[in-house]
Each structure stands twice: as C-alpha cells, then as structure tokens.
C-alpha cells in the first residue's frame, strides 16, 4: 500500500511538472511567432544595409587618406579599435545555442586584439569558468525580447568602437539554431583584405563625409538592433525544441510509473486474495 502511495504522489507531481513545461513551451511558441515574420522579412535588407555600409566606410577611409596633410583619422570618427560582443541568456533550457554561440566567440578572440563585452549571466558563467583572462564588460539584458533601456545602454558603449562583432544565435528553422557572428559596423574588414581587386566608384551626395556621418550612428544601431532580434528568435525557438525533448521524456517517464503502478495495485489485490483464502482454509 505504500509503495502505491508513493507512486501516485510522484506520478501527480511529474504531471504537475510536464503541465509547466507545457506551458513554457507555448510562451515560447507565442514570443517566437511575434517576432519570426518581422524578422525574417528584414534580414535579406538588413544584410544590403550591412554592406553598403562597409562600402561608405571604406569610401570615407579612402577619401581621408587622399587629403593633401595625409593625416591619418579613425574611420567614421571612432576609436580605432575592435569589440567583440557575446549574446547569451540569463537562465537556461535553450538547448545548445548559448553554448554553441560561446564557443564560436572564446575560439575567435582567443588570439585577437579585442575588447570583450557579455550580455547574459550564462555568458559571463561559461567565460569566468574558461581559460580567457581578458577584461569584459557585463551588460544585463532581459530574455523576453523586449529591453529598449538596456539595448540603448548597450549600442551607447559599443557605437564608439570601429569594429563591432557580435556573437549571436541565427535562426534556420524550427528545428536548426547556429552560432553566427555579425560585423556591425559593415564588411570593412573583409574589403581591406581583397584591396587589389577593389575598383567600384560611388558618387556621394551631398558630401561622403556626410553620407558617413549618417550611417556611423543611425544605420548601425538599426543593425546591431537587427541582431539582438536574431538572437531572440533563435533562443526563442531553441527553448521551445528543448522543452518539446523535455516534455517528451516527462511523458515516457510517467507512463512508466502509470505501468509500475497499475503493477502494485494488483500485487496489493492479489496479497489481499491470498491473505482471505488462506486466512478461510486456517478457521476451518
């Protein structure tokens, strides 16, 4: 009788568990369809906007270097140097696409000249256990997707820098999140390094300093913003999948006790039959 009283609890208490989790899942489902079609519709664009920003920077960076004094300015009025931003989550159950994105952004700065910025309790976890011993900066940021305050305290630190990498999950589908790196502040680099073959003209008006001067603020924000989105979808539906494998387990789990139980129900009845039939054949 014992036995079956646990087993009931702990088949209420595993239902109980698979009901939360359920629930998790849908809110999952829900935020992931709120922002999916949005931000799929704007990546393809935001991808255009991306290089041609690497375009007007590298026609800024020519056109300062032609100047009769030669001096040498930042590109875009920055600091001349590079920053590498890891976009990770406060909690876990969102499958290895935190993980996986960690990874991608310790191995690439392992050996590069680079500031480090984290957002996320996980990602500040995964580096202060890791063998990195370069400064970071930790910037909080919510997991709902939706944190204007903090984002805007985060673009104010990095919009300063000449190189921005962000480190962040892609979505490919339900099933498939990546690790994905993205050059905010454009290409640049990667047209520095192909300089040979680099021969497109561009007429600028009103001037390429203030073409330059448009895209250093407004369009990068719009692209770093663009990320951060990314990164929601994909963690969004990473959650969802591993609370799906999750849920799944729960169930097989608690048809397992529902067959155990049903298993001592009946060694109980059958004691009880024994215990009247030889008690019957004892009083005659």
Do not use: C
């Not at 603020?217 to 591993?242: C, D, P, Y």
């Not at 039959?273 to 019957?280: D, H, K, P, V």
Request: hydrophobic fraction near 35%.
């Amino acid at each position: 009788m014992k036995r079956v009283k646990y087993l009931k609890m702990e088949k209420e208490s595993l239902s109980d568990f698979l009901n939360m989790i359920e629930a998790y899942e849908e809110i999952s489902a829900i935020r992931m369809r709120k922002v999916k079609k949005s931000i799929l519709e704007r990546r393809e664009f935001m991808q255009g906007l991306n290089e041609a920003f690497a375009y007007i920077a590298y026609a800024y960076k020519v056109y300062r270097n032609s100047l009769k004094d030669k001096s040498q300015h930042n590109v875009l009025n920055t600091n001349g140097k590079t920053v590498s931003v890891l976009l990770s989550s406060n909690t876990g159950l969102y499958g290895d696409v935190v993980r996986s994105t960690y990874d991608l952004f310790e191995n690439d700065i392992k050996d590069s000249e680079t500031d480090v910025v984290i957002v996320g309790r996980m990602g500040k976890k995964f580096y202060d256990e890791s063998e990195s011993k370069k400064p970071y900066e930790v910037f909080e940021m919510s997991d709902s997707g939706a944190d204007e305050a903090n984002v805007k305290k985060l673009l104010d630190y990095v919009i300063n820098y000449t190189n921005v990498i962000v480190y962040h999950g892609v979505f490919k589908s339900i099933l498939t999140q990546e690790p994905f790196k993205t050059m905010v502040t454009g290409e640049l680099m990667k047209i520095e390094k192909s300089l040979d073959s680099y021969d497109t003209r561009f007429l600028f008006e009103p001037s390429v300093e203030k073409v330059a001067e448009h895209f250093e603020k407004q369009i990068a924000s719009l692209i770093f913003e663009q990320t951060m989105f990314e990164s929601s979808l994909s963690k969004f539906a990473s959650r969802m999948v591993s609370l799906d494998k999750s849920a799944d387990n729960v169930g097989l789990k608690i048809r397992y006790l529902s067959f155990n139980l049903s298993k001592a129900k009946h060694k109980d009845i059958n004691a009880g039959l024994q215990s009247r039939i030889f008690g019957g054949i004892l009083w005659r």
